[in-house]
């Protein structure tokens, strides 16, 4: 038993040596592995010294904040991946000793002297771990601080103009409002730190917030501000901002005596006759060097980068109308963005008076013999280089005006165009209609010198002894864009539109169908209604005379009466009565009596209407009251008794003279006055189209006939009309104008557009024969079918310059006319009007002006 024992007692000691071997191979493993971690641990902190070390000497330097901040997160990037790597280590140094104490446990049964000391080594290791981690938090500590520390300093913007992005200099201008905020901690400090930062420039001549005096006088001239204005201005922005962004009023001053052309510019002071013996002084302008004016305003166009397609000419338009009471000739660029802009215009000449022939010439000769001289234009560059370019020209206006320009008789002639010799009649019997017309019809153009031969004998509508005031060839004067339009919607759609209207509200049995008949309607009803009113008029004063002769017989019978023998000549009646009538009653014509050859008084002789006087008057055997042997007693039953009659006569004349006014002016009221249900559900429309309905009775202005000849609004018009084969017909020919107006614009055409729009042409005119057959050609709309191509052809363009300039222009006049209407001093007047318009001009040419 001794023996087992000893045995079982030897072999547990050695399993028990054998585990205990096994745990302090283990334990010296993972002791080595402490090791090691301290080791990297003790490197670690080392490293961090060295980058303490680093650190100061940074500060000391005079590298840059941000260099230094950089460096520092990458260091510090570092240690954290490093402070990570120790931790992910401790943690499973942690883990393996709690294995290590569970399994200690049960060696301390066995050693525990040895196991006892093995676990205070460990507590030792663990202490110094815990203490190191403690040092590394608070060196995380001192890191985290001093890069706060230099969040709070402002970063460097760096060179403003190296940052492109628009991110990159917005951070730019945070940084620096941040730094502001600092120190201006609300909003009342921040604007008056602003405001004294303004104030006070950084560099000399660096006021990026105000505005120079070319900007000052923009913004003067485009919102047409006073020299009070600007005062007022002035102090406002000083009151409320502290400072004047506005440019002083002599740089203005000295801007303005730049710009101005007015000293270009001949102003005359020409008597005007009013017509009535008597004269008025009136304004004449021209200008004294046309070359200059336009060379200076070429010269801007090109500086600023604003003139087109100008490679090696120019082309000029010669403008000319009438407004209000002057007539202005006018010249305007093509070569720009925008053509038709009043601004473009440079006035040339201006004149009260009409734009005929005659006046023309008197008034504006001169101006017209620089533009006749007009073929080069030369101008120096922004390099002093010497540019010059040949000049293409164009005249532009309404057909009166361009008759006058060639001597032309006019639209009433029967030679019509002024730009070729067809013959036709647009009024009377012989008045040619659209559906005789055949516009394939070949046709001769006119020359300058078809003209000058023309006016040596008057033939093909040219004025005898004439000569052209343009030395510009016809096929160069443009086909009126608004006038052509205008005239074709009023003389055909407009006619047509109203005609249905009125057909419509009228509620006699008229078979009216044109406007045309219409008013024919109207004219024979106001004559009707005058004969009326007139036989009633009549037949009334007979009736009172009547009654007054009447009265008269009986009161001579009853001895109440004695006859008077004066003033007016008595007749050989025994009882005249001439002197005892009323005195609206006394002018009477005589009779002669056929037997008794005496002449006698008709109210004398009981004759009172007029178509008793006319019948006694025509009777060969016309016997007087004498010679018939009429006592007193039946001339006064004679009278009462045509006055009885009469009063039966007057009170149906008047009924019927009643019957036709009310006809008239119900008529009337229908033509003139919108009173017909279906022409106020017109007006209602075109008021919403803009159109006000006033204006529908009146001449257009271009804007409205563009809005009426919108597609959907020719619809909107059209749905209020009958739908008729007649409406129908004029609806599609409407529309076809509509086409044509859309090319009316300012674009460049190739031959290939050219070849649409005569496409569209020709079905305009075949619609325009169907619908209106029985109307008149009119010169417009023959412009518009023989010469719209050809025009085209030749410029490529039909609207690029128009008359819409110029109509525009009168309106700036005008308002610069109220304007300066105080000064009564015509020179100076007409001096700061020329000055206002050559700053619109300047405006117009350096690109600034804002329309």
């Known amino acids: 038993m001794g023996v087992k024992k000893a045995k079982k007692d030897a072999l547990t000691n050695l399993k028990r040596n054998e585990i205990g071997e096994k745990w302090r191979l283990k334990y010296e493993k993972e002791k080595g592995k402490n090791l090691k971690a301290m080791k990297q641990i003790e490197y670690t902190e080392k490293k961090l010294k060295g980058v303490m070390e680093e650190l100061e000497v940074e500060k000391m330097s005079k590298v840059s904040i941000e260099d230094r901040l950089i460096k520092s997160e990458n260091a510090l990037s570092k240690l954290r991946e490093e402070f990570n790597y120790l931790l992910f280590t401790n943690s499973d140094l942690k883990t393996e000793k709690n294995l290590l104490n569970d399994e200690l446990e049960e060696v ?14 460990s507590g030792e290791e663990l202490k110094k771990c815990r203490t190191l ?38 951070k730019g201008v945070q940084n620096v409002l941040n730094y502001m905020k600092k120190g201006a901690t609300n909003t009342t400090d921040f604007n008056h730190l602003m405001r004294n930062i303004v104030k006070h420039p ?58 101005d052309k007015s000293d270009n510019y001949e102003i005359q002071i020409v008597p005007k006759e009013t017509g009535k013996r008597d004269s008025y002084d009136s304004v004449q302008i021209t200008i004294k060097d046309l070359h200059k004016g336009i060379s200076e305003r070429i010269k801007d166009l090109y500086d600023n980068g604003l003139l087109l397609d100008s490679d090696d000419d120019l082309t000029l338009c010669l403008l000319g109308d009438k407004g209000s009471e002057e007539t202005k000739i006018c010249v305007s660029i093509e070569n720009v963005a925008n053509p038709n802009s009043p601004h473009n215009l440079l006035l040339i000449a201006l004149y009260e008076g009409q734009d005929n022939e005659k006046e023309l010439r008197n008034h504006a000769l001169d101006v017209f013999s620089l533009w006749n001289d007009l073929s080069e234009i030369c101008f120096s560059d922004k390099n002093g280089i010497l540019i010059s370019k040949k000049i293409n020209k164009k005249v532009i206006g309404d057909l009166k005006i361009i008759s006058s320009y060639l001597g032309h008789q006019g639209q009433a002639s029967l030679c019509a165009c002024h730009l070729c010799e067809l013959a036709w009649s647009n009024h009377g019997s012989k008045a040619m209609t659209l559906e005789m017309v055949d516009f394939t019809a070949p046709f001769i153009l006119r020359t300058l010198e078809s003209y000058a031969r023309d006016a040596k004998t008057g033939r093909n509508g040219v004025i005898k002894g004439s000569s052209p005031l343009l030395n510009v060839q016809p096929v160069d004067f443009a086909i009126p864009t ?130 008793m006087k006319a019948s006694s008057a025509r009777q060969k055997d016309w016997e007087c009251n004498e010679c018939k042997k009429m006592t007193p007693t039946d001339l006064f039953r004679n009278a009462m008794m045509q006055y009885s009659s009469l009063e039966v006569e007057v009170q149906f004349a008047y009924d019927s003279y009643r019957a036709i006014y009310e006809e008239r002016i119900q008529l009337e009221n229908i033509l003139y006055r919108s009173t017909g249900e279906n022409r106020q559900k017109m007006e209602q429309l075109l008021t919403k189209m803009g159109c006000d309905a006033k204006t529908w009775y009146q001449s257009y202005c271009g804007n409205q006939v563009r809005i009426i000849l919108r597609p959907e609004n020719v619809n909107h018009i059209f749905s209020i009309l009958p739908k008729t084969d007649t409406n129908r ?117 350096t690109g600034v002006w804002i329309e």
Not at 110 to 119: A, E, F, T, V
Request: proline residues 3%.
């Open 133 to 170: 981690e403690k040092g590394l938090n608070q060196l995380k500590k001192e890191l985290d601080a001093e890069k706060s520390a230099n969040i709070e300093k402002i970063k460097p913007m760096g060179i403003y103009s190296a940052l492109h992005s628009s991110y990159k200099q917005m």
């Open 202 to 259: 950084p560099y000399p001549n660096c006021t990026p917030f105000t505005l120079s005096a070319k900007e000052t006088f923009v913004l003067r001239s485009t919102l047409h501000l006073s020299d009070g204005d600007m005062k007022k201005m002035k102090r406002f922005y000083q009151n409320h901002l502290g400072y004047d962004p506005l440019a002083s009023r002599n740089a203005i001053a000295d801007l303005r005596k730049e710009i």
């Open 729 to 845: 017909k004029a609806k599609m020919a409407m529309i076809g104008l509509s086409e044509i107006m859309s090319f009316s614009n300012n674009q460049y055409y190739t031959d290939q557009d050219i070849d649409i729009i005569e496409d569209t042409l020709k079905r305009f005119l075949f619609n325009m024969k169907s619908a209106f057959p029985r109307e008149t050609l009119i010169p417009k709309l023959h412009l518009l079918a023989f010469h719209l191509i050809p025009y085209m052809r030749r410029h490529h363009s039909w609207g690029r310059t128009s008359e819409q300039g110029i109509e525009h222009l009168h309106v700036h006049y005008n308002n610069l006319k109220r304007l300066f209407f105080p000064i009564k001093k015509l020179t100076l007047r007409a001096t700061l009007i020329l000055q206002e318009l050559t700053i619109k001009n300047w405006l117009f040419d």
């Open 108 to 121: 301390k049964k066995i050693q525990s002297l040895n196991s006892l000391k093995m676990i205070q080594t």
């Open 482 to 611: 608004i006038h052509v339009l205008m005239g074709i919607f009023e003389k055909y759609f407009q006619s047509h539109i109203n005609a249905q209207l009125n057909i419509m509200d009228r509620k006699d049995d008229s078979d009216s169908v044109t406007l045309k008949q219409q008013k024919k309607d109207l004219s024979k009803l106001i004559k009707r209604e005058s004969e009326a009113k007139d036989h009633a008029d009549s037949l009334n004063l007979a009736k009172e005379k009547a009654h007054s002769a009447a009265t008269a017989y009986k009161l001579i019978q009853e001895n109440k009466l004695r006859l008077l023998k004066s003033p007016s000549l008595l007749c050989k009646s025994k009882i005249c009565l001439i002197n005892n009538m009323p005195k609206k009653q006394k002018a009477d014509d005589w009779i002669t009596c056929s037997k008794c050859q005496n002449y006698y008084h008709f109210l004398c002789s009981s004759i009172f209407t007029a178509e």
